[in-house]
């Protein structure tokens, strides 16, 4: 097969970007004089989530420096739905491996599967309460303010969420994605939100916003009662700011790694399409359509878990092999997703996948396809694109070409070298 020449392109995003987390982070709380709330020798539990966000060991860190400056005692609780297998044990690996320690952040990890019930919310939807954070003085949420990749509104991913399935441990996000399967996720989000912040010890928020990059944008810490109105605020920003594809339509989108570190789904579908929430709205515009996309290996965060897999079309007998297949579905089951875990059709190189897909992209023949190749969906700066995509109509960011063309190569078990990221524009 005859195969088009690839180039790299560097995207030129809007970048703002916090220097000084440290500083950052203490300036904004000192904002909300939060003396008056933590009384010395009083406990507070630290949301930790199981997202790649950038800084977050630093920005738990300060946190619980500006806390214990107060006379509080932080301890940190893993909010993470059913990730890391569903169990605690799992839950404080994850936070681990993303650096999130005792040692470093100067705060003990209480990881516990059990929660407590508060109640109901008016529409009769239950709402409980991770164990530990309960039995605290004060709760404060920190949390990554985006676009959600499965739903769509005013509110997305974020404090509330957060509080919603985060502090609800798995028991919470199961009930809650049942619930989604019928009801709107932002009633539910937000009623469920209100009755947390009404019945939890909820000092406050702290918002982290990133920019295309994946670099810290903004850092703002909030009192419970303008957490629905802040956050939408941030939302708004976390989208203008999102990273885009260079191209709104391909081919091909060959991703080298997804995973739970990377995205909800693995891969942001913000990112390349597929969002669960556009299947049917035929009013959302601009949103990416890739032909196919085929998936080749998952993140080492990620910890086997492939959830979101059955959003690519084509995969490798490699990451099949390397994916804990109970952890996926447990997740996937979980998030009332279980087509998430689904497998695509797979081959044992990326000579075979890619010469399957190009053999079905329809009239055009397979020099004159359209491909993109990423690392993964929070790093696309730099996109290797093939030749055609350069006269391509469906332009979207604006890029410059870095160095010149290269042929799609295969190394000698059938393939393509590993990614290599050029220097970063600062």
């Known amino acids: 097969m005859t195969y088009p020449k690839l180039v790299r392109v560097r995207q030129h995003f809007e970048r703002p970007r916090i220097e000084n987390i440290p500083a950052a982070v203490r300036q904004t709380l000192e904002r909300l004089d939060l003396g008056r709330v933590i009384k010395p020798g009083q406990s507070v539990a630290l949301t930790a989530g199981s997202r790649g966000i950038a800084n977050i060991p630093d920005i738990l860190k300060a946190t619980a420096d500006y806390v214990k400056e107060l006379g509080g005692k932080p301890f940190l609780v893993p909010t993470m739905g059913s990730h890391g297998g569903g169990t605690a044990e799992g839950q404080r690996a994850v936070l681990e491996s993303y650096g999130i320690t005792e040692a470093f952040v100067g705060a003990p990890i209480r990881a516990s599967m059990e929660v407590v019930s508060l109640g109901s919310t008016p529409e009769g939807w239950p709402v409980v309460l991770d164990r530990h954070a309960a039995e605290a003085d004060h709760i404060g949420v920190i949390g990554r303010v985006k676009p ?185 089951l979980t998030a009332g997703y279980p087509e998430g875990a689904n497998l695509p059709v797979r081959f044992d190189t990326d000579r075979e996948v890619i010469d399957a897909a190009l053999a079905i992209i329809g009239t055009r023949p397979p020099e004159e396809a359209r491909i993109l190749r990423i690392r993964n969906t929070l790093q696309i700066d730099e996109v290797d694109c093939s030749e055609p995509c350069l006269h391509d109509a469906h332009r979207v960011t604006e890029f410059s070409v870095v160095g010149g063309t290269k042929p799609l190569a295969f190394d000698a078990q059938g393939n393509l070298p590993e990614w290599e990221n050029g220097q970063k524009p600062h």
């Open 148 to 332: 959600h990749t499965g739903y769509h509104g005013p509110i997305e991913s974020g404090l509330l969420k957060m509080m919603m399935i985060g502090l609800g441990k798995h028991a919470g996000a199961l009930n809650y994605h049942r619930i989604l399967l019928e009801q709107p996720y932002d009633q539910v989000v937000r009623s469920v939100g209100r009755v947390i912040r009404e019945r939890a010890p909820i000092a406050f928020g702290m918002g982290i916003v990133e920019n295309a990059y994946d670099e810290t944008a903004l850092i703002e810490a909030v009192l419970p009662a303008d957490f629905e109105p802040r956050e939408e605020q941030m939302l708004v920003s976390a989208k203008k700011w999102l990273a885009k594809l260079p191209l709104s339509r391909a081919d091909l989108l060959v991703i080298d790694q997804i995973g739970k570190n990377i995205s909800g789904s693995g891969m942001d579908t913000n990112v390349v399409g597929r969002k669960r929430a556009f299947r049917n709205d035929k009013s959302a515009q601009n949103q990416p359509e890739m032909r196919l996309i085929f998936v080749r290996g998952l993140t080492e965060k990620t910890h086997g878990n492939a959830a979101g897999i059955g959003l690519a079309d084509f995969t490798t007998s490699r990451l099949v092999n390397g994916m804990n297949y109970q952890a996926t579905v447990i997740n996937c």
